[in-house]
């Protein structure tokens, strides 16, 4: 292909012998597999109109446009939500997320009640592997389901560091190495994640130096390594008995609507994905573009109907599938759901909920709208006092919600029943944590407090430099510029979680340890799954001498994060103080094989564990496990706290 070169073709050539002689000819397989082979790919942050076959120029994207010429493209495509981990989780299981109510990345996950579209195939004889890029997508948040392969998306590097993601090329070597494991009579399911459009954007040479835009080069890597994946099931299998599912998990926004990324508005900037799909040979498809609006929820569905499987073993009200065998669409123009709790969640804004019908798409929020999407593309002409037009797309919305009502399929951690009855007999409202309100913030009315915090984020990491530096004036010069910048975040978003964990990792940082406290506990009622909130409030609560509780933290991060070297060694030590070596010395194994796992040189040691193993056998104990943590330390963030008067 014509830019297969930008692949080294020692590598290239090498990865050929690799390929051959892993896999058996399929013209010589004893049978052809029963069912087509499936392959999805989900790219991640990709919006539709930077890809050739929707009409772009800029950009280099042969493999995606072969396909798209050899099938059917949906030109009208919306993801369900614009963001990761909810995303992947309505295309896998068919469902949109007001039923499986997984509403964010990192805090919630999907419950093993769900089916997942990997499940029934994998109940059909299929092999079944997932070859992700991000930490966000790890199967640990519910997405394993049904996968007999899942790599962990994460690598450590040499120093013992954690990476929360990995390059395109490192995924599809994976996903070939297993495809070639695979024999070549029984069909595979392979989904293909490829975060690499996601900012930042660090694309590899040669594409960093072929294209001016950034988001233009990882595309454009992708599309390599797709095309590489595809010569791999030339090699091995039957490329023409493949049905083929290209989509997004959403767009990005990149300056539409004054946001710079994607999460906080379901625009079309951030909600319009590519939808392509290729069907094998023997389908006699035709190759059609397709006009109608239509859900990229509904691949599940598809994918079954495809196959001739009910698709009602995806869930009792599963969707419509996109098109039926013979390549004729199936929906027309029926109403889709959208939204984003995003703001919610992490801003504590109010959230998004919306429906496109008949060319409209009605946003609802704090100040709802309505755009016509034929006359204005652009999302400009507010139409919301239109007062019929309103009731009319209100009534859809709830009718939707009503067709799809939650399954009880997510989990929050830490954010429990029990927490929430905790924080009501404090005096807590229980809608800090769980009640959905629409009378907040407005995203419209605070998007642009977002660049002022990656801002505040910089300096505050640039002034930790400088004060290990000795650069004393430097540092005081930065923590003044943060503080201003700070102070404005906060006066326009008082209750917000944003400015609450800026707070506190300035204070951590400047080690005004127990002011810090009560602000990382508040941004952990809104990202209670992030283990670096957990390692600094329990940083904090052992400076003031509340040794349980930091105890707790350290353990939860440790739970979300194996590979967090701080953690482990703040445990450590405090397990030590109190005589426990035997059961530092467990931690520290468990760390060195976790390293060991992901491919770290084996002889990795943290400095210390040599000298915790000679304190524990001079005191006669041997490697245990840390007794559980006692019941108070487990309290949630805040109760344990400001139930206590003048704990600091």
Not at 155 to 162: A, F
Not at 343 to 367: C, G, L, M, Q
């Amino acid at each position: 292909m014509r830019r297969r070169w930008f692949i080294s073709r020692s590598v290239a050539a090498l990865w050929s012998l690799v390929v051959v002689s892993g896999c058996g000819d399929p013209s010589t397989s004893t049978g052809s597999p029963p069912t087509p082979d499936v392959l999805l790919l989900t790219l991640d942050t990709t919006r539709a109109d930077r890809l050739g076959c929707y009409g772009y120029e800029g950009g280099d994207t042969e493999t995606f446009d072969r396909v798209a010429a050899e099938g059917l493209v949906f030109e009208r495509a919306y993801c369900a939500v614009p963001i990761t981990l909810p995303s992947h989780i309505s295309i896998l299981t068919g469902t949109y997320p007001c039923a499986h109510e997984v509403r964010n990345n990192g805090m919630f996950e999907l419950r093993p009640e769900a089916t997942t579209l990997a499940e029934v195939l994998r109940d059909e004889g299929y092999a079944t592997g997932a070859f992700v890029t991000s930490y966000v997508v790890d199967r640990r948040f519910g997405l394993g389901q049904g996968f007999d392969a899942y790599p962990h998306p994460t690598k450590v590097t040499k120093s013992g560091l954690p990476l929360t993601e990995i390059r395109a090329e490192l995924a599809v070597d994976r996903a070939i190495e297993w495809l070639r494991s695979v024999p070549t009579d029984q069909p595979v399911f392979l989904w293909l994640h490829l975060y690499d459009p996601h900012r930042p954007w660090e694309a590899p040479e040669p594409y960093a130096t072929k294209f001016e835009d950034e988001y233009d080069a990882e595309i454009a890597y992708c599309d390599d390594q797709y095309a590489r994946l595809l010569e791999a099931f030339a090699e091995c299998r039957n490329e023409e008995e493949l049905l083929q599912i290209l989509t997004a998990d959403h767009g990005e926004s990149n300056g539409e609507h004054g946001e710079e990324t994607h999460g906080a508005f379901v625009y079309d900037g951030p909600a319009l994905v590519p939808l392509i799909l290729r069907a094998p040979s023997d389908f006699h498809w035709e190759p059609t573009r397709y006009s109608q609006v239509v859900s990229n929820t509904a691949i599940g569905a598809t994918v079954l109907e495809l196959l001739g499987l009910p698709r009602a073993r995806l869930s009792d009200s599963p969707l419509d599938p996109l098109v039926l065998r013979d390549g004729t669409i199936a929906v027309d123009d029926h109403p889709i759901y959208l939204e984003s709790f995003y703001p919610f969640y992490v801003y504590r804004w109010s959230p998004i909920e919306a429906i496109i019908a008949n060319d409209h798409k009605y946003i609802h929020t704090k100040n709802s709208e309505i755009y016509d999407l034929r006359s204005d593309p652009d999302e400009i002409r507010n139409l919301i006092g239109k007062d019929d037009l309103r009731k009319a797309m209100h009534a859809q919305l709830q009718e939707i919600k009503r067709r799809n009502p939650p399954l009880g399929w997510e989990s929050s951690e830490f954010v429990d029943e029990e927490t929430v009855a905790n924080l009501e007999a404090l005096g807590y409202a229980a809608g800090t944590l769980g009640e959905i309100r629409f009378d907040l913030p407005d995203a419209k009315d605070l998007i642009l407090t977002r660049p002022q915090c990656d801002e505040i984020r910089a300096l505050l990491e640039a002034a930790r430099r400088a004060q290990a530096q000795n650069a004393a004036d430097d540092a005081a010069a930065m923590w003044q510029r943060a503080e201003e910048l700070l102070m404005q975040v906060t006066q326009a978003d008082p209750e917000g979680y944003g400015p609450a964990e800026l707070w506190g990792r300035m204070y951590l940082y400047q080690n005004k340890k127990s002011q810090a406290i009560p602000y990382l506990e508040k941004a952990l009622l809104g990202s209670p799954r992030s283990p670096a909130l957990h390692s600094m409030l329990g940083k904090c609560y052992r400076a003031i001498g509340k040794t349980e509780w930091a105890d707790s933290e350290f353990r939860k991060t440790i739970a979300l994060e194996p590979m967090f070297i701080e953690a482990y060694q703040e445990l450590g030590q405090i397990l030590a103080s109190q005589g426990r070596f035997g059961e530092a010395v467990y931690l520290g194994d468990q760390l060195v094989d976790h390293f060991r796992r992901e491919g770290v040189n084996s002889e990795f040691r943290p400095a210390a564990l040599h000298a915790l193993r000679k304190q524990m056998e001079r005191a006669g104990q041997q490697p245990t496990p840390p007794s559980p943590a006692s019941p108070e330390s487990m309290l949630p963030e805040g109760v344990r706290h400001r139930s206590q008067d003048g704990a600091d």
